[in-house]
């Protein structure tokens, strides 16, 4: 069985500012990981995704995680925050190549972006 | 293209009672989930479609709730009869199977308030 760890439920920050949400997941096979964002009133959508390859993924707006196996962690960073990034955040493992591809979410984390 | 639909977007119903909810996937997406989501807590999966087929259903809490897919395409979960700690919001999302990228694709979500 997997699981996941988002150990910050709630994180305040300053626009402009740097940020890290942490995730740690357990997983006794190879994954796939996952962040998706969630916006107020709307739907979860995927941020971004670690299948294979490079350890460091990048989003489309400034977004990166870096999975470290060792760690067995998949931490989101951005080097400066906008008014518009305030959402929750939500980490997801799922089963690698052969498995059944359902992620499981941690508790999400809320990002609050202060002006 | 639609997205993934759900309905209604928000059912308060009395401890007792029955509520059903739909979600219409994104056409030609043969997976179809459904999570849910307790206040505070993880979003947790409840079971997976593959077209009309039930393919994993570990995470249905009771026998109170029944997943149908009629047809592979549309799919409704219904509570009957519903209790105080069946509230929370319920997702629903969609993913296509080949290429299986891992992405799921959300709805915004039915949250249901039992009183």
């Known amino acids: 069985a997997q699981s996941v760890t988002q150990l910050d439920s709630q994180v305040p920050v300053f626009e402009e500012a740097p940020v890290e949400l942490r995730c740690n997941y357990s997983s006794s096979v190879s994954v796939y990981l996952f962040w998706y964002v969630q916006y107020p009133n709307q739907g979860l959508q995927l941020l971004l995704k670690y299948l294979s390859g490079s350890t460091l993924v990048e989003s489309i707006n400034g977004f990166e995680a870096e999975f470290n196996k060792s760690q067995t962690s998949f931490h989101l960073r951005k080097p400066s925050v906008h008014i518009s990034d305030t959402a929750e955040y939500f980490c997801?493992?799922?089963?690698?190549?052969?498995?059944?591809?359902?992620?499981?979410f941690g508790r999400g984390t809320s990002l609050i972006v202060h002006p | 293209e639609a997205g993934v639909t759900q309905f209604p977007s928000h059912s308060v119903i009395e401890k007792g009672q029955t509520v059903t909810l739909r979600c219409d996937p994104i056409?030609?997406?043969?997976?179809l989930y459904w999570y849910r989501r307790v206040m505070g807590k993880e979003i947790k999966f409840l079971l997976h479609f593959v077209k009309e087929s039930k393919q994993d259903e570990s995470g249905m809490p009771n026998n109170r709730f029944l997943a149908e897919r009629t047809g592979g395409t549309y799919s409704t979960l219904k509570v009957q009869p519903a209790e105080l700690e069946d509230s929370g919001v319920y997702f629903c999302?969609?993913?296509?199977?080949?290429?299986?990228?891992?992405?799921?694709?959300f709805g915004e979500g039915s949250r249901l308030t039992v009183l």
């Open positions: 999302a969609s993913s296509q199977t080949s290429p299986n990228t891992g992405e799921l694709f």
């Open positions: 997801a493992v799922s089963e690698g190549p052969g498995g059944s591809y359902i992620p499981t």
């Open positions: 056409s030609g997406h043969d997976n």
